[in-house]
Nanobody
Framework: QVQLVESGGGLVQPGGSLRLSCAASGFTLDYYTISWFRQAPGKEREFVAA????????NYTNSVKDRFTISRDNSKNTVYLHMNSLQPEDTATYYC????????????????WGRGTQVTVSS
């Protein structure tokens, strides 16, 4: 069964850090670009970060540049999102998604999605 499972979300104070994980099962991530999207209540889903299938390139939305880092460990079939200096506006459900080979900002082009992990930034 093909699955992406996110973990690592939680409640954190402003300025804090979290590391999200996206673990794949039922297929190998070796040929997939992985992106993180997020959706806050009442808002549309937005792109956050992506890492190319071979790790050679990353892409970030402007609001998280210099605060978030995406990485991957293909030997563990897992992608990570390291989030630092978290702010209340980062509060959302975070989803990872897999797209065969090439990167895209268009969520409809992704092949597999996880169910999400909640990140809440609040004092």
């Amino acid at each position: 069964q093909v699955q992406l499972v996110e973990s690592g979300g939680g409640l954190v104070q402003p300025g804090g850090s979290l590391r999200l994980s996206c673990a794949a099962s039922g297929f190998t991530l070796d040929y997939y670009t992985i992106s993180w999207f997020r959706q806050a209540p009442g808002k549309e889903r937005e792109f956050v970060a992506a890492i190319l299938y071979n790790g050679a390139s990353t892409n970030y939305t402007n609001s998280v540049k210099d605060r978030f880092t995406i990485s991957r460990d293909n030997s563990k079939n897992t992608v990570y999102l390291h989030m630092n200096s978290l702010q209340p506006e980062d509060t959302a459900t975070y989803y990872c998604a897999a797209k065969f080979f090439k990167f895209s900002l268009v969520s409809e082009e992704y092949d597999y999605w996880g169910r999400g992990t909640q990140v809440t930034v609040s004092s």
